[in-house]
């Protein structure tokens, strides 16, 4: 079965370090790759996808993943971070289903920043 | 401006009781999703719409119903069939289900009592 994985459940970073979050996926095709953010409360929101081509793909507010076929991964990095980066991430992986992809999500990695 | 609105936001009920949670799109868009949030957990799907009357389940159905009667419309119902109800949930809609993209609502976070 495809399956999400996160390794870290939670990640602490002090403000300005860099940031590198682990998703590994479990699936038999390329897949489509995701990450989304969640600040506390809130629905997610869509940092950066990968569906094709350069495997470094850039996002918003600084994001940026790369996609290693032969690792299996789909690791979210940032240079610095800011302390309003605080958020719940998830990586998904779109499965297909049918004529369709379902989004499958991994359990998330809380990322707390320190001053 | 177009988005995904969840209502309510917060909803108390006390354990027997059925609660019907509402999620409405003005983006067009064809595929609704439910999803449950648990601490730890991530998300979990919950069914599933890619069209106007038709619906699939997911991998946590049981307890749970929905509709799709307006393409702009999904309401998912919490029964007294489902056995821990207490969740925060999240509604989703994507304009390109050959992908998966999702754009999501705020939540609304259900306490049974």
């Known amino acids: 079965a495809q399956s999400v994985t996160q390794p870290d459940i939670h990640i602490t970073v002090s403000e300005g370090a860099s940031l590198e979050l682990r998703c590994n996926y479990s699936y038999g095709a390329t897949p489509y790759l995701f990450w989304y953010v969640q600040s506390p409360g809130q629905g997610l929101q869509l940092l950066l996808k990968y569906f094709s081509g350069d495997t470094l793909v850039q996002g918003i507010k600084g994001f940026e993943a790369e996609f290693k076929r032969s690792q299996s991964s789909f690791n979210l990095r940032k240079p610095s971070v800011h302390w309003s980066d605080a958020a719940e991430y998830f990586c998904?992986?779109?499965?297909?289903?049918?004529?369709?992809?379902?989004?499958?999500f991994g359990r998330g990695t809380s990322l707390i920043v320190h001053p | 401006d177009g988005g995904i609105t969840q209502s309510p936001k917060y909803l108390f009920r006390k354990e027997g009781q059925n609660v019907t949670l509402s999620c409405e799109q003005n983006l067009n868009h064809d595929a609704m999703y439910w999803y449950r949030q648990d601490p730890g957990q991530g998300l979990r799907l919950i069914y599933y719409s890619q069209i106007v009357n038709d619906f699939q389940k997911g991998d946590i159905a049981e307890g749970y119903s929905v509709s799709r009667e307006k393409k702009e419309s999904f309401p998912l119902t919490v029964t007294s069939a489902q056995k821990n109800p207490t969740a925060f949930y999240l509604c989703?809609?994507?304009?390109?289900?050959?992908?998966?993209?999702?754009?999501f609502g705020e939540g609304s976070r259900l306490t049974v009592l």
């Open positions: 998904a992986v779109g499965v297909r289903s049918g004529g369709s992809y379902i989004p499958t």
């Open positions: 989703a809609s994507s304009f390109d289900r050959e992908s998966g993209e999702l754009f």
